[in-house]
């Protein structure tokens, strides 16, 4: 093994042990987000829907949400671990739980890993001016796409993006659309290869 290889095992470790008093919240949520039962994706996306409607309706200052938002995180943060030794026992814990809690942790190990790659080539390496010049038009874009659309609204929707986004490719579904426009893009190059012979 490299050390590169070490490191990133230790940080899995090291990750895995602090998620440690939240593994029955992580995998009864990751069953839910990734639709192990059809109608978890109607859940997920009422709840979601249920939670901007009440924003929407309370119409909150940004400090106001911000404060009840950092409250209800650290509320969470500490409920969660105790209801969850109350819930269940560490004898109900199994092997197929574990290997879920340990693929969870994978994948929260590998988007943090992601996010720090990006953040360093984005933030501390010199970049080339194209970079600089494509990065600022999309996020010039993403401004005025604010300044036009109910910002609530975009968070709504990106909110629902997030949360469905594992369910949709446990599901296979972008599998299944990929595979007809390529097969359209394919029909269209043949039909174009045999017009012009």
């Known amino acids: 093994m490299t050390t590169m290889q070490v490191d990133q095992k230790r940080a899995l470790i090291k990750l895995k042990h602090e998620l440690e008093p939240f593994r029955n919240a992580i995998v009864g949520a990751y069953g839910v987000l990734t639709w192990e039962k059809q109608y ?103 401004a005025w796409i604010g300044a036009i659309i109910n910002n609530l609204l975009l968070m709504y929707c990106a909110t629902v993006l997030v949360a469905m986004w594992p369910g949709l490719n446990e599901k296979d579904v972008f599998k299944g659309l990929t595979q007809k426009v390529s097969k359209i893009i394919n029909e269209k190059i043949q039909y174009g290869k045999k017009k012009l012979q």
Do not use: H, N
Request: charged share 15%; proline share 2%.
């Open 40 to 142: 978890y994706a109607g859940v997920v996306f009422g709840a979601i829907s249920i939670m901007y409607l009440l924003l929407w309706y309370m119409d909150l200052s940004f400090i106001t949400l911000f404060s009840l938002l950092a409250l209800l995180a650290f509320f969470m943060d500490f409920v969660i671990p105790m209801l969850s030794r109350l819930v269940s026992s560490g004898d109900k814990w199994d092997g197929e739980q574990e290997a879920k809690f340990e693929e969870v942790c994978g994948q929260l190990y590998s988007i943090k890993s992601s996010i720090a790659e990006w953040y360093d080539y984005l933030f501390k390496e010199r970049k080339p001016t194209m970079v600089v010049i494509i990065i600022s038009m999309g996020l010039l874009a993403l």
